[in-house]
């Protein structure tokens, strides 16, 4: 099991890794490269893979129109999401007050450690993050690796063979679905790394950070994680009602992802994989193609329940009582700051620095308190973000009618098994010979 599985590999490594971490933490922070190279690579596919899926799958479907509707369902479902998560959260800090009665002086408090954090960044207006979601050069958009760019430009190029047609150039689309082959392929080299990347990034998290602040942001923690369970479970239902799929049937489904995805503290790396897993389970590919790109930066449902507790807890912790109509403040600000904060370092930290502005009555430098438990939050934003865009993609490709629920349940209940792509040429091959092999020893005389 521990050769054949990746789920086994992986959650070995990570318990290899807390062990390692706890026991040898400086000798730990050496295997940070691990993760760190391994995410790189995933990073590299992630763009041609985009591109390739959106292309094929707006030319396969043969209509820009519906494209066009599955982008506008797919932004007002996750506008309701975000909004979910961050209510969810906004009560939550009101109930349990994660920082009450910690009476902090914000006089005590070193604002450059946030400055240190952010590398004194800030995050795009509204205009800019719109401006900078379109591509100014083509070869930009894959170099920086700015999904919402190659998006526009994979729309753009899949609208185009559409109007052109496949009379005038015949050989576009199978180039684009053989490159699509490269790129899966590809994937599937580099996912055999996994353990390596789990170990490495679980050691060095727990090697530098140690398990100290467990105790010390305790509270805050579990308040955090509480939120985050409940509206996954209202997910779950949302999921189960609109298209009558378990999303716990869907977690074990992609348990390999979601515990990569948790030891390496990036739900990047698994986008290729759940890209694969999501096409198989009935979802349509213009719908994954547009649904789960998108939402890596429109759907950040963990960070939204993270930042309205933390703005909570910052606020409680220095006396600071917010109203009714502040909290309000609140939910509208991180409605909008949400929204630019994917691949911006240390964007947690600016979008509290911006809400705190924002309200006026809450010192910019009470945002370092939460600097001990931001690392800790990782595996709760990862495995809120990753799910809430799975739940998204099926949603959207129910709404819109590219769910094939029939296969979808079928996947899930484990009737058919997953087959990554990368594989199926090697299987495929595999077959004719070992028919020939039978073939062989039948037309041997018995002994």
């Not at 590398?119 to 170099?143: Q, R």
């Not at 994979?154 to 005038?168: F, P, R, T």
């Not at 994954?288 to 998108?294: A, K, Q, S, Y």
Request: net charge negative; hydrophobic share 55%; glycine share 10%.
């Amino acid at each position: 099991m521990l050769r054949t599985s990746l789920f086994a590999q992986v959650a070995c490594a990570l318990l290899l890794g807390i062990l390692v971490g706890r026991l040898w933490p400086e000798a730990a922070s050496a295997a940070q490269p691990l993760g760190d190279g391994f995410i790189r690579l995933i990073k590299a596919m992630i763009a041609p893979l985009v591109f390739c899926v959106v292309v094929a799958g707006i030319t396969k479907a043969g209509d820009l129109k519906a494209f066009g509707r599955i982008g506008v369902k797919a932004l007002i479902w996750f506008e309701i999401a975000t909004t979910v998560a961050l209510v969810l959260g906004l009560l939550a800090g009101n109930i349990f007050g994660p920082g009450t009665g910690m009476n902090i002086d914000p006089a005590t408090l070193d604002a450059s450690a946030v400055d240190a954090k952010t590398g004194g960044g800030e995050l795009p207006s509204t205009s800019e993050f719109l401006l900078h979601s379109l591509p100014d050069s083509a070869v930009g958009a894959f170099a920086e690796n700015s999904l919402l760019q190659v998006l526009v430009l994979s729309c753009l190029v899949g609208a185009a063979l559409l109007h052109l047609g496949q009379s005038k150039v015949p050989a576009i689309l199978p180039a684009i679905e053989q490159a699509q082959e490269v790129v899966f392929a590809v994937v599937g080299f580099i996912m055999k790394l996994a353990p390596l990347a789990v170990f490495g990034a679980t050691a060095h998290l727990v090697g530098e950070y140690g398990l100290g602040a467990l105790s010390t942001y305790g509270k805050l923690i579990a308040v955090c994680y509480g939120v985050a369970l409940l509206f996954l479970l209202a997910l779950a239902l949302a999921l189960k009602a609109l298209t009558g799929i378990s999303l716990w049937k869907f977690v074990r489904y992609t348990r390999e992802e979601m515990l990569l995805a948790l030891g390496t503290a990036s739900s990047e790396t698994v986008m290729p994989r759940m890209m694969q897993k999501l096409r198989a389970a009935g979802c349509r590919d213009d719908a994954v193609g547009l649904v789960l790109p998108t939402g890596y930066s429109f759907n950040l449902d963990g960070a939204s329940i993270y930042l309205s507790v933390g703005t909570l807890f910052i606020a409680q912790a220095v006396g600071v009582d917010l109203g009714i109509g502040q909290q309000i403040t609140v939910v509208l600000v991180l409605m909008l700051t949400s929204k630019g904060m994917a691949g911006v370092p240390g964007s947690a930290f600016l979008a509290l620095s911006a809400t705190a502005a924002a309200l006026g009555v809450i010192p910019v430098a009470a945002v370092a308190l939460l600097l001990g438990v931001d690392r800790i939050m990782d595996a709760m934003r990862v495995a809120t973000n990753l799910l809430g865009n799975c739940v998204a993609v099926f949603v959207v490709s129910r709404w819109e009618g590219a769910l094939d629920r029939v296969t979808a349940k079928a996947v899930l209940n484990g009737e058919i098994p997953f087959v990554p792509e990368e594989a199926d040429e090697t299987a495929s091959a595999k077959e004719p010979a070992d028919a020939a092999e039978q073939s062989r020893a039948a037309q041997q005389p018995a002994s």
